[in-house]
Nanobody
């Protein structure tokens, strides 16, 4: 199983970024995929998830600002982030929830993460 995130970077407050997670090594279309983030010195925070049927889930603080989507033909999940705030600064990971977990974790597999920095 491999998950590769990309799309992070430096953005000003109020700006937007789109993160991508390309997956391989498993049947992507059958799997839920989650995004989680970790700010420096803080614990892991679940952000969003999309299940195999395309149903989307969000943490309360991300609702209305973040949109998760998936393209099964490309084995890719996206996280479109808008109205970014300094407190969104973190390393963002895509992950596969464990078989006995809900979509917010715990997770069986992780990517290497992509850094998002929201600053002037």
């Amino acid at each position: 199983v491999q998950l590769v995130e990309s799309g992070g970077g430096l953005v000003q407050p109020g700006g937007s970024l789109r993160l991508s997670c390309v997956a391989s090594g498993f049947t992507f279309s059958n799997s839920a995929i989650s995004w989680a983030r970790q700010a420096q010195g803080k614990g892991l925070e679940w952000v969003s998830a999309i299940d195999s049927a395309g149903v989307r889930y969000y943490a309360d603080s991300m609702k209305g600002r973040f949109t998760i989507s998936r393209d099964n033909a490309k084995n890719t999940v996206y996280l479109q982030m808008t109205s970014l705030r300094p407190e969104d600064t973190a390393t963002y990971y895509c992950a596969i929830p464990g078989p006995l977990s809900d979509l917010s974790g715990p997770f069986d597999f992780w990517g290497q993460g992509t850094q998002v920095t929201v600053s002037l």
